[in-house]
């Protein structure tokens, strides 16, 4: 019975290895996916950048 056991084991290592290396691939996407910002740029201007003084002196 224990030599069954051993060798389903042994058949079943180079399943787990790759069910382990796909899941440490999963894992480093969700890593870098949850690295980047989590908003969406949709081409619309930033008002800050544009929103300048247009004089060099302000008024008083």
Do not use: C, W
């Amino acid at each position: 019975m224990r030599r069954r056991a051993n060798a389903a084991s042994r058949r079943l290592t180079p399943a787990i290895e790759a069910s382990m290396a796909a899941a440490a691939q999963t894992l480093g996407a969700m890593r870098d996916r949850a690295a980047q910002p989590p908003t969406v740029h949709l081409g619309m201007p930033d008002f800050r950048r544009d929103a300048g003084r247009t004089s060099a002196e302000p008024e008083r």
